[in-house]
């Protein structure tokens, strides 16, 4: 089985910068794709960021140009970078891992962007 473990998160001003961590543990031979979500409440769990195994990644277009992800395949961890948070952008964050089977989801960890 695989486990996904986020760290990270926490307040942050507006425009500040925040790096959120997450790792894969367990049976991760076949993890392919790591990111992360999030989801405010009462809206639907959207994608933020994601990176393949093979290194190409992908982002919301609500976050281009201020978040970067990146990840280390040996270790199976991968990190989120953001800037010029907005307070709009308080929720929770979601570090998913996918392999071959299913796409498996970290506890969440809480952003609160605001003065």
């Known amino acids: 089985q695989v486990q996904v473990v986020e760290s990270g998160g926490g307040l942050v001003q507006p425009g500040g910068s925040l790096r959120l961590d997450c790792a894969a543990t367990?049976?991760?031979?076949?993890?392919?794709?790591m990111g992360w979500s999030r989801q405010a409440p009462g809206k639907q769990r959207e994608l933020v960021a994601y990176?393949?195994?093979?290194?190409?990644?992908n982002y919301a277009d609500s976050v281009k140009g201020r978040a970067t992800i990146s990840r280390d395949n040996a270790k199976n961890t991968v990190f989120l970078q953001m800037n010029s948070l907005k307070p709009e952008e308080t929720t929770v964050y979601y570090c998913?891992?996918?392999?071959?089977?299913?796409?498996?989801w970290g506890q969440g960890n809480l952003v609160a962007v605001y003065s």
């Open positions: 998913f891992a996918v392999n071959r089977n299913s796409k498996l």
């Open positions: 990176s393949t195994r093979s290194g190409s990644t």
């Open positions: 367990g049976s991760t031979l076949d993890i392919y794709d």
